[in-house]
């Protein structure tokens, strides 16, 4: 079993997934754009905790899946836009 601990984006570039994740999803469920903004800032560049970020976005733009539901959709898609920074 492999762990990577990146805690400054030095390794990974888990501001530009989450950043993707967010794009796409607000395309997908024609949410306004504000939602990428207001997704960044409630994010807080990882340190937000993501159960409550996701669940402010719930709340924010009146989504109806459960934040179990969107979490587990947001923690499936996100690794998936991961990108390795040049270099590690």
């Given at each position: 079993m492999?762990?990577?601990i990146?805690?400054?984006n030095?390794?990974?570039?888990?501001?530009?997934?989450?950043?993707?994740?967010?794009?796409?999803f607000s395309?997908e469920?024609?949410?306004?754009?504000?939602?990428?903004?207001?997704?960044?800032?409630?994010?807080?560049?990882?340190?937000?905790?993501?159960?409550?970020?996701i669940?402010?976005?719930?709340?924010?733009y009146g989504?109806e899946?459960?934040?179990?539901?969107?979490?587990?959709?947001?923690?499936?898609?996100?690794?998936?836009?991961?990108?390795v920074c040049?270099g590690?």
């Amino acid at each position: 079993m492999l762990v990577m601990i990146d805690l400054d984006n030095t390794l990974a570039d888990r501001e530009g997934a989450a950043s993707a994740w967010i794009r796409e999803f607000s395309l997908e469920n024609s949410l306004p754009a504000d939602a990428v903004d207001w997704f960044m800032e409630a994010d807080q560049d990882g340190y937000a905790p993501r159960r409550s970020v996701i669940d402010g976005l719930r709340q924010r733009y009146g989504l109806e899946r459960s934040t179990d539901g969107l979490l587990a959709i947001y923690q499936r898609r996100v690794v998936e836009f991961v990108e390795v920074c040049a270099g590690a």
